[in-house]
Each structure stands twice: as structure tokens, then as C-alpha cells.
């Protein structure tokens, strides 16, 4: 029983440089065209993964208790967290952009913690699910990681234009902050979270594919 | 052992692709793009670069947008919408918007430029693979884009609220968000290395 699929080159004990992309025997240790370490697998990769998502799941939960930013006018001060801006953009009667908001600060970044935990979970249990559909969702989570940032880009662009003094001004408010650096987070967990691994148990998931289609031709 | 790599999704093992101008090598286990030719890639890749540079240059020195409310007026530029944080508590969110939006864009074109001038001009040099590493770790963190979606949902924000002028300068990050998503269309690990390696070579 060998650790890796038999057409992956780890399997022939070559490396792929994830930074150029070269083969090299894995014995090297370093690329001998770029320089950069080189391992079969990203070392450490589910752990590291994890910590980086539950790191960025306690940075998300004040991002989204407290007020992102807040609007005085005329000595009143209103703050808004993220939710309450989409539901504010929603009754102004924009709701495009209200929807543009909700899904790039609220969608995304669920659906990012989701995919990753779930990809971490399935590949340590060995889940026997089809690789190329979780290969698809890792591929989507890389996609979407940067779109999560539009809400912290309209916060910073209201807090540099609306600064009237006591008749208007924005100030940012601490969520602003700590959403950037979740979304921060989780862009570097989805990078340091191997897709290869999805492929390594290949063999294994094939052959309860071929038991299955043979107890339905029994049957 | 050079005529072989690995997909970098599934690391399955395949025969090193060599492409013709307009063709892409897909994975045949997984379906990741290794990598992709378009025609004419050096030439865009080098036109749309410089343009992508000369904009963003020029749309730090004009006006970005103002904002008029009752006879008061407001004017940014792209520099203060990106640091204007600085003068507040968020210190470290305004190096970040800063980066993401100015520094890291200007920053790949520029080595982009760099790599592809010294490669046509000197063959190979030392910088070369320096250079790739820093271009292809940067580019994730890149936000051009997304900020510019940023810049229009908060200007439907403020329509209904007060005037909203647009300057020179947007139109000039219009056109470089335009010429830089150009750019990433275009940018290929599996080429670039693979370019440099023919540069060593010969």
C-alpha cells in the first residue's frame, strides 16, 4: 500500500518545486532553479490549514459584532456592523449593491470556511469522495478569497472622502480591521492547504467505486 | 527527468508541454490549466505593462473623487483614499489598503517589465529567477480589481446622499485596472520559467 497515486510523481519520488514548477528528485532539498525548499507535499499542511481557519474564525466573529464603520451627522453618531450596512443599501432601494456587499462580505467568507474545513476534514478521515469535485471547490475557494475585500476598500474610500467636520464624516470602526486581516487569514490558509492531498488516496476511492458498480450488477 | 512535470493541483506526472502561440495544456487527471499560450504574449505582455505603469503614476497625481453637500466640497486623491487611515487608530489596515492597491499592482508590472527587458536585452542574469519568485508570490495579493468594484459601490452609496464628482484620476485607475487585468490574463508561470530557461540555455 503506497501513500501516493500511482501516476503522481510523488510516487517516483519527485518533487514539484511550488514556486517554478520543476521536477526534481526529492533528495535535492533545494531547486536547483529557483532556490526554494523543496518537499513532496507541503509539510504540515492540514495542521497549519487549521490554525490559520481558526484563527481567522475568531477574527471574523467581532468583524461582524461590531460596527465596521461610523456616520456623524450633525453631532448624531450612527455605527453600522456589515449586516446592518447590506440591510441599510437594501431599503435606499439599491439592492444590486446590496447584494454585491452581501455576497462578497458575508457569502464568501462563510462559504471559504466551509469548503476549507470541509477539504481538511475529508482528507484526514478519507472521506471517499470524488477528487475532482473537491478539486473544483478548492479551486473556487482560491478564486474567491480576494472579492471578501470590497467592503474594506468602501470603508477606507468613505472614510477618505466624506470628511466634512461636524456636518458629516465617517470614521472606521473596528471590524473594518478585523475583517481584513480574517479574509487575510483565510487566503493564506487556502494557500497553504495542499490540493495534491485529494488526489493521494486515488487508488483506494477507485476500487470502492468498481465494488459498488459490481453489487449493482448482482443485483 | 527535465522532459517531465507534475501537475501542481494533483501532481499527476506528464510529458513537459511545449505550446505554439493560442494553445493551452490542461491537466488530463484534474483539469488545472498548466499553462497557456496566447499569441503575441510578450508584446501585450510588455505593451500593456508600461501602459498599466504610466496609469497608475498618472492616477496618483490628479484628483480621484469629490463629494459636495450643502456648498461643502471634498476632493481625494487615490493616495489619500488608500492612507487617509493612517491619521486614525487603523494603522496597519491603511498599509494594507496600500498595498493591495498601489504598491503591489505597480510593483508586478514593474518587475513583469524588468524580467522581459533584461531577458530580450541580456539573455540571462542573476535577478531573473529572483524576480519570477517575488512576481508570482505577489500576485494574489493584488487587488486592483476588487478595489475598483469597491470604488463603485460606494459611489451608488453616495449618489442618493450627495454630489458626487469624479476626476482625472479615475478614469486613469479605469484604464490600468483594464490594462492590468490584460496583464493577468496573459501572465504564465510554466511560460515565464519556461522563457528563462531557454535565455539560459542559449
Same mark, same amino acid.
Given at each position: 500500500m503506497t501513500q501516493y497515486s500511482s501516476d503522481s510523481a510523488a510516487e517516483q519520488g519527485l518533487a514539484s518545486c511550488q514556486s517554478c514548477g520543476k521536477l526534481s528528485t526529492v533528495s535535492n532539498k533545494f531547486c536547483r532553479r529557483c532556490r526554494a525548499p523543496l518537499h513532496l507535499r507541503k509539510p504540515y499542511n492540514i495542521q497549519k490549514t487549521l490554525a490559520l481557519l481558526i484563527t481567522a474564525l475568531m477574527f471574523y466573529i467581532p468583524a461582524n459584532l461590531y460596527p465596521i464603520m461610523a456616520t456623524e451627522q450633525l453631532g448624531m453618531i450612527e455605527s453600522a456592523n456589515i449586516v446592518e450596512g447590506v440591510i441599510a443599501l437594501w431599503e435606499m432601494g439599491s439592492q444590486p449593491i446590496a447584494m454585491v456587499v452581501f455576497?462578497?462580505?458575508v457569502i464568501v467568507p462563510v462559504t471559504k470556511f466551509i469548503i476549507l474545513f470541509w477539504l481538511c476534514y475529508s482528507v484526514r478521515f478519507n472521506t471517499h469522495i470524488d477528487a475532482?469535485?473537491?478539486?473544483v471547490l478548492y479551486r473556487i475557494t482560491e478564486f474567491i478569497g480576494r472579492w471578501s475585500m470590497v467592503d474594506v476598500f468602501v470603508v477606507a474610500i468613505l472614510v477618505a472622502l466624506i470628511q466634512l467636520g461636524s456636518l458629516l464624516n465617517v470614521r472606521p470602526g473596528i471590524a473594518a480591521l478585523t475583517f481584513a486581516i480574517s479574509v487575510v487569514l483565510t487566503m493564506i490558509a487556502a494557500m497553504t492547504f495542499d490540493p495534491r492531498l485529494l488526489w493521494d488516496k486515488?487508488?483506494?476511492s477507485d476500487q470502492q467505486v468498481t465494488n459498488k458498480l459490481n453489487i449493482t450488477k448482482d443485483n | 527527468m527535465s522532459t517531465k512535470i507534475a501537475c501542481q493541483h494533483c501532481d499527476y506526472l506528464m510529458s513537459f508541454p511545449v505550446l505554439n502561440p493560442g494553445q493551452c495544456a490542461l491537466c488530463s487527471r484534474c483539469g488545472h490549466k498548466i499553462s497557456? *499560450?496566447?499569441?503575441?504574449?510578450i508584446n501585450n505582455l510588455m505593451s500593456y505593462s508600461l501602459t498599466g505603469v504610466i496609469l497608475l503614476i498618472l492616477s496618483l497625481l490628479f484628483p480621484f473623487m469629490s463629494f459636495t453637500l450643502s456648498g461643502n466640497m471634498m476632493?481625494?486623491?487615490l493616495w489619500q483614499a488608500a492612507t487617509? *487611515?493612517?491619521?486614525?487608530?487603523y494603522k496597519l489596515l491603511a498599509l494594507g489598503v496600500f498595498a493591495f492597491i498601489v504598491l503591489f499592482p505597480a510593483v508586478i508590472l514593474g518587475f513583469i517589465l524588468l524580467f522581459l527587458v533584461s531577458l530580450n536585452l541580456f539573455g540571462h542574469t542573476f535577478y531573473n529567477s529572483t524576480l519570477l519568485r517575488l512576481i508570482f508570490t505577489l500576485l494574489p495579493w493584488s487587488m486592483a480589481e476588487v478595489f475598483f468594484v469597491a470604488v463603485l459601490v460606494s459611489l451608488i452609496k453616495l449618489v442618493t446622499i450627495a454630489q458626487i464628482g469624479i476626476g482625472l484620476s479615475f478614469g486613469a485607475y479605469l484604464l490600468f485596472c483594464l490594462c492590468y487585468v490584460k496583464v493577468l490574463t496573459l501572465v504564465d508561470k510554466h511560460q515565464f520559467w519556461y522563457w528563462m530557461d531557454l535565455a539560459k540555455k542559449s
Open positions: 455576497i462578497a462580505s475532482a469535485e473537491r478539486a486515488l487508488e483506494s | 497557456r *499560450l496566447k499569441v503575441n504574449a476632493e481625494i486623491t487617509e *487611515l493612517y491619521s486614525g487608530p
